[in-house]
Structure formats: structure tokens, C-alpha cells
């Protein structure tokens, strides 16, 4: 299978690269940077220059063209940046979605958060405007009629990933960003998954007997 990444410099994306290209199949990351190259060819993933701030749907469809899926692992840095979070979040995640329609690719699997159902409307935090612009992308998305999978993480953390997760409506709690990665790659595989929206946290199934449970 032929997976292109969107922001694939991401610390998620670089695990995903990684388990993908073990698994056998071919990754291609979006970049912005050339000095970023080195770091996801590494991973065994080839790359595409795509800066998802200034693209547009024209040039993300050529990008994607010939893949059999697309991920979502993009994010508007921690920089505070409201702007960014509007840009990235929201805007890139539902250009992609465009793209995938117009290049015929129908898997789409997005990189979302928990908490989008936890949003104060009024308040002008940060983090809110975050979870605000991941819930207008994951609602884009489930209305579209690609095979999407949204996966929303809890509190990301850089801990070794144990194998062993949680998914479905969920409290709050933590997960290795290798762990995501690894719930990504078996979702790919995963009809189950199709059109479903779900938390994910550490936990004690094994990825692939947590994700039967959807």
C-alpha cells in the first residue's frame, strides 16, 4: 500500500514511518523543509515538498496521486500561534480531504484529539481554538463519503509504546505517540475502522484485539 503522511516530520508521522515501512508498504511524507529530508528517508519513507500554510488543493492532489491512503499527522506547533491552529488544524486537514476526493484516493485516516466534545465556544485559550479547529476538520471529514478513520489521542507522551492500548469513549488519560502510530498502521488494514471516530489511551489490549472491540 502507498501511504503519503501530511506532516510527515512530526514526531507521530516519524513512528509511523517507520512501522509502515517494516510492514512493507510505501510511504511518502509531506515536508516543508528540505533539511527535513534526511530525518524521514531514515524512516525508509520518501518525501514530497508540500508546506500545508501556502498549498492548495491542486498542488496536495498532485502530491497524493497514486496513493492508496492518506494520513493526517499535521499539527499548528506549539507555538501559541491561534492563527496557525485555524490554518493547519482546520484548513489543511479539510484541504487534504479535498485532495483525496479529487486524486481518487478514498482512505483517509486523521490524527485528531481528545476533548473536542469538551469545548468552551466563548473562550479565546489556545487550546480551545485547537480543539475547536480539530472538531470542524473530524466533522468535515464524517461527512464525506471517503473511508475515513479519526483516532483521537489523549495526552501524548514519548514513552516507549507497550503495544497495549485502549480505544473508544474515553476519560482522560495518556498514550505513546509509537503506540498511535502502531493503532494507525493496523487501521489501515482494519475495515472495523472504517467510519468510526474513537479515543485512544494506554491500556491492556494488545492494537489489533482493541481495535475488534470498535
Not at 140 to 155: E, F
Not at 201 to 207: A, C, F, N, Q, S
Amino acid at each position: 500500500m502507498r501511504v503519503t503522511i501530511a506532516g510527515g516530520h512530526g514526531q507521530i508521522a516519524q513512528h509511523l514511518e517507520r512501522q509502515l515501512s517494516r510492514a512493507g508498504h510505501e510511504v511518502v511524507a509531506m515536508i516543508r523543509k528540505p533539511e527535513q529530508a534526511a530525518d524521514v528517508e531514515a524512516n525508509g519513507a520518501s518525501t514530497v515538498m508540500i508546506d500545508l500554510e501556502k498549498t492548495d488543493v491542486e498542488e496536495m492532489a498532485r502530491a497524493i496521486d497514486g496513493s492508496d491512503a492518506v494520513v493526517f499527522a499535521a499539527g499548528g506547533g506549539g507555538d501559541g500561534s491561534k492563527e496557525r491552529k485555524e490554518i493547519v488544524d482546520k484548513g489543511a486537514a479539510i484541504m487534504l480531504a479535498d485532495a483525496a476526493e479529487r486524486a481518487g484516493v478514498s482512505r483517509y485516516l486523521m490524527v485528531s484529539a481528545m476533548g473536542t466534545d469538551q469545548i468552551d465556544p466563548d473562550s479565546d485559550d489556545v487550546f480551545q481554538v485547537y480543539l475547536r479547529a480539530k472538531l470542524a476538520a473530524d466533522e468535515d471529514l464524517q461527512k464525506r463519503s471517503l473511508a475515513w478513520t479519526i483516532v483521537r489521542p489523549g495526552k501524548l507522551t514519548d514513552e516507549p509504546g507497550t503495544g497495549l492500548v485502549q480505544v473508544g469513549s474515553l476519560s482522560r488519560g495518556e498514550v505513546p505517540r509509537e503506540d498511535v502510530a502502531a493503532v494507525l498502521v493496523a487501521a489501515l488494514d482494519s475495515t472495523r475502522t472504517v467510519g468510526k471516530t474513537f479515543d485512544l489511551l494506554g491500556g491492556d489490549d494488545e492494537v489489533e484485539e482493541a481495535l475488534r472491540k470498535l
